[in-house]
Every structure is written in C-alpha cells, then in structure tokens.
C-alpha cells in the first residue's frame, strides 16, 4: 500500500499546536507519516532577547514540539512579519512540497487575524497546485510529481475573521484522545507563555488552547475536544469528492452537515 502523508503548514512556531496537532496526531494513528513546518522562525516573539537569540530559543522549543507529536520537523524558511505571498517563498515552499508529497495539507484559514496567517495559507494552497507542474520550478530543485492532494483549512484564531465573523468549520475533528499530547506539545513553546502575556493578553496560552479546542468540542456536539476544519475546492487537486481526512478518521471525524447545505445554496 502506496505511504501515506499528512503536512501542517502553518506561520509562526506554536500555531499548529493551536489549530491542527489534534488531527495531525488522529492521522498519525490513522497511520499517516506526519510533517511539521513551520514557514516563519518566530524571531520576533520577545520582548527580552533580540531577534538572533529568540529564533534560536524558538527553534529549540519547535523541535521539541514536533517530537513530542512525533512528526518530522521542517526548518522554517523566512522571519516573522516577513510571510509574503513572493516567488522566493513560493519555489522554497513547493521544493518542500514535491519532497514531502503530501496527500493531506493542512494549513491557516483564508481569513485570519493577521496576514503571516493568510499568506500562509496561500503559499500552502499554490504550493500544493504546483506539485506536478515540470515548468514551475523549486528552489531547491525537485521533480514535479503526478499525485492528489487534498487541502484543508484549520480554524482562525479565536474562530473569527479578520472582520470579527464568526467563522464555522465544515467538519470537526475529535481530538480528545490525544489532547494531552497535544497540550504537552504547546507547552514546549516555553518562551511564548510570558511574550503572549504581554503582546496579547492571554492570560496563559495553554489556557486558550484548551478554551478554542473545548468551545470546537461543544459546537459539534459530539466530542468534548475538537478542531474544526474546512476543505479547499478540489479543481488542480484531487477528485471532487476526495476527503482523505474524513475516510482515514472515520468516527472521529464528524461532517457539519448545515455547513454543507448552505454550500449547495
Ligand atoms: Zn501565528
């Protein structure tokens, strides 16, 4: 049976922890080889040691994290604030992309509180479109591959826009199983509990995990923790009704059927 692999692409060091190490971790059971990357270095994450420094303590702590998750880790390409939807960015992320060959991409919601987030999310989604595309070319160079792939879109932070809508997931992923993983996962950003203090006021990060992850759980009224996700139209990537994520979580992974009515409409 042909290897099967799941990838979250997310912005900063500690965001997958928020929003998609739930169902990396189900995938993982499932039997997924998963991947983590993260595409900006978190540089900018502190107010007591400079950029240099905090990249370095931030790399520490995402190396940490991945292992506790138990996926491969993939450096960063870029800095904080630095995420823009360029061409350098692009061919580094598509190289990793053709190395990588994911079936399933999970990356940031195409609206979020802020634009590392969103360009994320749209570097994910034109990465994964060039996989197989000979005449586009990666930095590193890699051979364009001839494989499906589906894309899904986590939840935006605090599960709104940018203009403050609620936003609501297509499916809902049970991630109580292994949120205590999870959990320890987050907590190996250990430099992020006192900067997330001060620049956003949660009052402590584990604490909003739990919130979002809790608050997911009850919307579904299924499980007690969840992470929501909603999947990208499948034109350039796969069949049109491929849904890797619900066929390999089966139980686990429970449709909001009201989000796929008011599609139809
Ligand atoms: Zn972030």
Partial sequence: MAKKVAIAI????????????GTLLQLKKAGYEIHYL?????????????????????NTEARAAAKVLGAEFHPGITDDL?????LE?????????????????LTHSPQDYMEDHTNTCRLAVTAAFARGMTNFKTVPSKPAGDYDVTVYHAMPHSLRDGLRKRVVPGMFVNTSQVHKIKHEALAAHKSQRAWLDVSQGLNSYLLK?????LELGRMS?????????RRHLHFGFCAA????????LGKNCLINETYERELEN
């Fill in 10 to 21: 997310a912005a900063h060091p500690d965001d997958i922890e928020f929003y998609m190490a």
């Fill in 221 to 229: 009224k299924s499980f007690k923790h969840a992470e929501g996700w």
């Fill in 82 to 86: 630095e995420i823009f939807y360029n």
């Fill in 89 to 105: 960015l692009l061919r580094a992320l598509a190289a990793i992309i053709r190395e990588v060959k994911p079936n399933i991409v």
């Fill in 38 to 58: 993260n595409l900006a270095s978190g540089n900018c994450g502190s107010l007591e040691y400079n950029g240099a420094t905090t990249r370095s303590i931030r």
């Fill in 209 to 213: 995990m739990e919130d979002i992850s």
């Fill in 241 to 248: 009704d491929a849904d890797p994520l619900k066929e390999s």
